[in-house]
């Protein structure tokens, strides 16, 4: 296994365009995160899988973000109706269960996001 | 909420330069701490943790001492290396009785270390 894998690394699109992700964990991790990270920042959370169920999301989720994890493997996120705002890098993690804290996070590389 | 403050960027020190970079944290409870490095095109990568008060972790000739008393987990190395040229972030989890569901993460540092 060779670690976290996020699909595009790159994406360009127009405003109002919808957009949409891809990560693969680590085969048998059964958490996984998405954060969004802008320029000159850190990563902020915006959701947390733990299989296929969503537990947590974040307020920085709006309604035009949403994720999925079906069957509990690869995740989507997707944007609609983009906006500017919305350029960042994308970041998605994962862990096995019963780790403690972050010490067992698995980044990917991330994919960047650039709204015209 | 829980936060994470980091001293601000960009560094630029010399090949072998002692380095530190402050961190200090505002949670509740008895969070863990983490250092994560960034290199240019790659995932962050977790470069040392401290879980409990009065922990030293260390990596790579990188230490940070968890301090409760003063909030603080500073980043040190002796001498640097070209190599460890990147961006680090310090990072928190708050306690809990399961596994954390978050990282909260400070705005990073940039280094950058001249031959």
């Known amino acids: 296994d060779t670690g976290v894998s996020q699909n595009p690394r790159h994406k360009i699109t127009k405003r109002g365009q919808n957009v949409t992700f891809r990560c693969d964990p680590i085969?048998?991790?059964?958490?996984l995160y998405w954060y969004r990270q802008t320029l000159g920042q850190g990563p902020e959370f915006l959701t947390y899988?733990?299989?296929?169920?969503?537990?947590?999301k974040s307020r920085l989720l709006s309604d035009r973000f949403s994720a999925e994890r079906p069957k509990g493997s690869f995740s989507t996120l997707e944007i609609q109706r983009t906006e500017q705002g919305d350029s960042a890098m994308y970041l998605c993690a994962s862990s096995p269960t019963g780790t403690s804290g972050g010490a067992d996070w698995f980044f990917g590389p991330g994919t960047r996001l650039t709204v015209l | 909420g829980d936060s994470v403050t980091q001293m601000e960027g960009p560094v630029t020190l010399s090949e072998e330069a002692f380095l530190t970079i402050n961190c200090t944290y505002t949670a509740t409870g008895y969070p863990s701490l983490f250092w994560y490095v960034q290199y240019p095109g790659e995932g962050l990568q977790l470069l040392l943790k401290?879980?409990?008060?009065?922990d030293k972790g260390s990596n790579k000739g990188f230490e940070a001492t968890y301090r409760k008393e003063t909030t603080s987990f500073h980043l040190e190395k002796g001498s640097v290396q070209v190599s460890d040229s990147a961006v680090y972030f310090c990072?928190?989890?708050?306690?809990?009785?399961?596994?954390?569901?978050?990282?909260?993460f400070g705005s990073g540092t940039q280094l950058t270390v001249l031959p």
């Open positions: 899988f733990q299989n296929e169920a969503q537990l947590e």
């Open positions: 990072a928190l989890t708050p306690f809990s009785s399961g596994s954390a569901r978050q990282l909260t």
């Open positions: 085969s048998e991790h059964n958490r």
């Open positions: 401290a879980t409990k008060a009065d």
